[in-house]
């Protein structure tokens, strides 16, 4: 079977791998670039981990730029915010870009900005890999197959996610509840705590009411009678997710390698002398 | 399972679960109340992430929410990390952040539970054992966390002021989780839990 965005045979999709597969294969990435302090690292993981979603994610570039967009702003914030409160004596040595009021801006701290920004849109690219392509429910599921979780903790979850529908719709209620009573919508900061305050309280109040019915309905099906239980769907540590793991290591390897090579990985955190 | 005589099932169970059903869809759908109610509060950590540490370390708390109200609420060992896995969990589709944010959600989970123990061994919530619960779990995740804000870049009185920030943000939101299960339990939704159980004891 081929899907028809890419042509990649769903047998090679980021979707039919185990969840797990997915954050052990990030997790390294993610640890080296905490210990970045250089942009080229961030960068060259952030782009290998873009790749990779849109070759074998099936994921489309609208929906990867819708999701990217916070993670770009928040970079960007980095890059703007992150100078005003870094130590003066850090970059005092640095030439000085421009004046903000009293102070000055060195490009030594417009440069940590854009560090620190790079480094959060590098792990949030990064964990992309897993968000953009996971159900939680197979999350879960796989947690209970592969990770050992008790499963009844798991099945717990999972029947609390399905919950998720019904409880969008009746926050929809309450809310259309309360307008029609004359508590709608409120401005200013109070108004709106006030509002999310009036709405927790039946929206908390009807979901554990909700939960006792399903935990019922449950152990009047035995649910938790035996030390285990057999699944519908099993989640598999197949081949293909090893020969992932193993080529996602293998590529994150290459690049810190050539960065390093050519001279831009820059210190890590654990050796730089500041 | 093995068959008697009679061909009828025989259930084997060895140790009586610790945590019945109810509890236990309890606790998860109230992490899934919570996470519909903190997503669009994830935003706004995403926007004030980037304006600096003071900000985000004001609003770290929120996501406290979830393991406080389940503690004052269930009162039973793994009630904190549970809930606030699950919430984790639940968000992680809803968010800009995925995956980080049941990171956030296993480590609030996991300090909170210490905490929860340390103070409070699961039977006294008196509000100031609330108050230092909250107060322990802010202080020690905001050290945890210090090594990824890159401690040594930032202006110390920034850093001071930081910790007091991310204290008080933890603070508030316990005493708020506890002032909301109690409103929730006057609709006499939580009577079976051990918060409800107390109140009939004390009526």
Known sequence: ?274 | MQLNSVDQPVLKQTTRPRWSTRELLTAAVLAMAFAALLVPFTYLYAAVLSLGILARSALTGLFFMPAAFAAYTLRKPGAVIFVSLVSGLAAIPFTPYGLLVLGIGALTGAIGEAACWLVTRYRHFSLWRVVLMSFATGLVEFLLVLFSLRVSQIEPPMLVAAIVLSVIGFVVVGIVARFLADAVARTGALNNTALGREREKRV
């Open chain 1, 1 to 274: 079977m081929v899907n028809s965005a890419l042509r990649i045979p769903i047998s090679l999709s980021l979707s039919s791998l185990n969840p797990l597969t997915k954050i052990v294969a990030v997790l390294p990435a993610m640890l080296f670039v905490a210990l970045t302090t250089d942009v080229s690292a961030p960068l060259a993981l952030s782009t290998l981990a873009l790749a990779v979603l849109l070759v074998f994610g099936q994921v489309g570039v609208a929906r990867l730029a819708k999701a990217l967009v916070p993670i770009a702003a928040i970079a960007l914030g980095f890059l703007i915010f992150y100078p005003l409160i870094v130590r003066r004596e850090l970059v005092a040595h640095t030439p000085v870009c421009f004046v903000l009021g009293a102070l000055p801006i060195h490009e030594g701290a417009l440069w940590l900005g854009l560090t620190a920004g790079l480094r959060i849109f590098a792990f949030v690219s990064l964990t992309m890999i897993f968000n953009l392509t996971t159900e939680a429910h197979d999350f879960a599921r796989a947690l209970v197959q592969q990770a050992h979780v008790p499963y009844r903790a798991g099945y717990a979850a999972m029947t609390a996610l399905r919950f998720a529908p019904l409880l969008r719709y009746e926050l929809t209620v309450i809310r259309a509840a309360q307008r029609v009573r004359g508590f709608g919508e409120q401005k200013g900061l109070h108004g709106r705590l006030e509002v999310l305050w009036r709405t927790a309280i039946p929206l908390l109040a009807s979901a554990i009411r909700r939960a006792e019915r399903a935990a019922l309905a449950m152990d009047g099906r035995a649910f938790g009678a035996y030390p285990t239980r057999t699944d519908l769907r099993r989640m598999r540590f197949a081949r293909r997710d090893v020969a992932f793991v193993i080529a996602f290591w293998l590529a994150t390897s290459v690049l810190i390698f050539a960065l390093w090579q050519l001279g831009w990985l820059g210190p890590l955190a654990f050796v730089q002398r500041v």
